[in-house]
């Protein structure tokens, strides 16, 4: 009863700010037909809101807000807004025509107001730079919890960008607290030196780590990284010459130098395109060239008049097309790291995971290399995820076969190694 009161009195104060939907956490989804694209949103009393999307990585996302009767929330993916009227109490409901038969239809309930993890923002001495952190920690545990460091991929270093977050809530509900810093020169941490190393960004990642480890909520022996694309190699790196890592999570990781992985994904790109094998043949050419005028083999000139060339070739599009020798700067100082090696380096758990469509990091071209450079006796468990990309997402915004409308997310099977690998290796079953 007192619970009941709780929730009552929770809601009508509420109102005042937020006739249509008060501030609060609701849960619900978006649905087409019988699909259903469960979320949740959290909506404070200056009428922001962030949304949550488990099934895509989608986590404490800000989302367009607009207080009234009816209230206004709009989407991401083109999904635009949807206007929300009250269906009873702490329920709200709308829906959306597209036309041509589609319509979406969108329904929230009123839901407690403990996320079951706690938030704040800390900052860190990386490798000469300070930098700026988000911290997120089971709620209540009994006793210190695990912890992970985010490594970022090339893409992404910056807590602003949603997909920075990907996995965030997944090892929140396994049990595991998370740091999800801004790469050095991204968001609010320090710039340091520009295009600097592997070397410096595992030094980061690892001031990162000893950072959760001294937090007493954190279990400072069951700390480790996860790393997805470029942070494959620099997670690798770290966790190969340091002992506070005592486990690895990688997503799509290059099991070979940047500059084989490189090559690999010109070749997948353009056999997924349907390019001829002449085409390819030639591609691969002038990929050889790029890379012996990187390492100084050939004059940059010889490179440039091949990329003005390439410009006018059907492949050209595939291709990086070099104006002046800077451009190759950061190539020259990453084009040969030695993944192989660091790989043998490591003596924790492994979790890898691969996308089955990936072309960026092919799987078939880098799980038998990852596995032969582990050293004899590893406990590495590798899977390859059914149908998922390079994000390992799987495609949705679509009907199957059967008619029945598709919404896309992460892997499924990416969900469940995560969880098990939490469970049996990372917090000890």
Known sequence: MRRLVGILASMVAGLGAHAGMPAGAWDGWLAQGESRWPMSVVIDREGGALLDIDRMGMFRVPASFEDGDP?????????????????????????????????????????????????????????????????????????????????????IGNRSIWESHRWVKALLDAGVGVLVYDRRGEGASDAGEPDVLFEALSADALVGLRTLADDPRIDAER???????????????????????????????????????????LEATMRAADASDAHLAAALAYHDLYFQSVRGEVPFEALAAAALEAQELPWGSFVDQPQTAEQLDWWRTHHDFDMVAAL?????????????????????????????????GARARLVVCPDADHALECPGFERDDDGRWVWPGLSSVAFDEIARFCRDEVRGG
Do not use: C
């Open 71 to 155: 209230a206004t929330l709009e989407f991401p993916f083109g999904l635009g807004a949807f206007e929300l009227e009250a269906a009873g109490p702490g329920i709200v409901e709308g829906r959306r025509d597209f036309g041509g038969g589609l319509v979406f239809e969108a329904r929230f309930e009123r839901a407690g107001d403990d996320p079951g993890y706690t938030t704040e923002e800390v900052r860190f001495e990386g490798d000469g730079v300070t930098l700026a952190a988000s911290l997120y920690v089971p709620r209540d545990a009994a006793e210190p919890v695990p912890g992970v460091v985010m490594v970022h991929g090339s893409a």
């Open 223 to 265: 700390v480790g990284l996860m790393g997805g694309s470029q942070g494959g190699w620099i997670a690798v790196r770290a966790a190969a010459i340091s002992d506070l890592v005592s486990f690895l999570i990688l997503t799509s990781s290059p099991a070979v130098s940047p500059a084989e992985q490189d090559r690999q994904q």
């Open 344 to 376: 043998a380096g490591v003596r924790v758990p492994v979790l890898a995971l691969w996308g089955e469509r990936d072309s960026v990091v092919p799987a078939k071209e880098n799980t038998g290399p990852f596995e032969e450079a582990l050293p004899e």
